[in-house]
């Protein structure tokens, strides 16, 4: 069992020394973020993602900026053989697992000219990209799970983070994607699979930590808001109108939130879901 802090101090509930932690869609904008927050606690740590050269890069990056081990590895999470054999190279290189960070999702986008109708709406929403959505964000998260959890109980010791989001727990405003001179029907929208992904991710969050209790392995969700990126400036003013703290958060705003989270620090928290949102869901 992973032993409660005690009479520690409050730093030394953060550190990470000598632990390994995987992220899932480890190169992208917060996947680096997160491993970022693990390794400058002292973690070693490995990130899947589906392109070799920009994974091998980003953990390059980090593990040298933090002087720490960091590996990348490119691996399809939503085929179960390629999980497990990055699972067994990982524990040949690593020797241990002691964190997992499902941070992976699909980016559905359908190019301009394969459909004849909007293909965000539901009414049209493809069925090859629904498929591929839950396969790597929800079942994705599962496989990984699977592997990793496995090794973590078989230990003794382990917490996984399922990211998830504030649509997990609110319906998304469709106002806030709508454009000036498009009929009704032909709105874009946020696709189903999105809030039924992270919706997912909270129930598999609740599953992972009751299942694994008794086998000092946690789980909990991290709901973060929307982060700004580039967005066009008509659509951050849509959506900053939903939250209280009236913008989006920076790209740095989570890390020390998962550094809690897969620490010591939140050593009696399990089954659980924390919101950082700027107040949206408060509304």
């Known amino acids: 069992m992973l032993s409660a802090v005690g009479d520690r101090s409050v730093k030394d ?7 390994v932690a995987i992220i899932t869609g480890g190169a992208g904008l917060l996947g680096r973020r997160h491993a970022a927050s693990v390794a400058e606690l002292g973690a ?8 070799q050269d920009r994974t091998e890069a980003a953990a390059r990056q980090i593990g040298e900026r933090f002087g720490v081990k960091g590996l990348g590895l490119a691996c399809d999470i939503a085929r179960q053989d390629a999980v497990a054999a990055s699972a067994a190279r990982i524990l040949d290189a690593m020797g241990r697992v002691d964190i997992l960070i499902n941070n992976a999702a699909n980016n559905p986008k359908v190019e301009d000219g394969n459909l ?5 709406r539901l009414e049209n929403f493809p069925l ?5 959505d839950i396969a790597v964000g929800l079942t994705g998260a599962m496989l990984c799970a699977q592997a990793f959890g496995t090794v973590m109980a078989r ?22 994607y709508r454009k000036d001179g498009v009929r009704e029907d032909q709105q874009p929208v946020k696709p189903v699979t999105y809030s039924v992904v992270k919706a997912g991710l909270v129930g598999l969050t609740r599953y992972l930590a009751t299942y694994w209790a008794d086998c000092g392995v946690r789980a909990n969700a991290l709901l973060p808001g929307g982060v700004e990126a580039g967005q066009d400036p008509a659509f951050i003013a849509k959506l900053t109108n939903l939250i209280p703290m009236g913008r989006m958060a920076k790209p740095d705003e989570y890390g020390a939130a998962v550094a809690f989270l897969v620490s010591d620090a939140s ?8 919101s950082i949102d700027g107040g949206r869901t408060a509304w």
């Open 128 to 132: 090859d990209v629904w498929h591929v």
């Open 116 to 120: 004849d109708k909007p293909w965000s």
């Open 44 to 51: 070693s740590f490995v990130l899947l993602d589906v392109d």
């Open 267 to 274: 050593s009696y928290m399990t089954g659980a879901t924390l």
């Open 155 to 176: 230990a003794g010791r382990g917490v996984i983070l399922n990211i998830g989001s504030d649509l997990a727990v609110i319906g998304p405003d469709q106002r806030i």
């Open 13 to 19: 509930s953060f550190d990470l020394s000598g632990r």
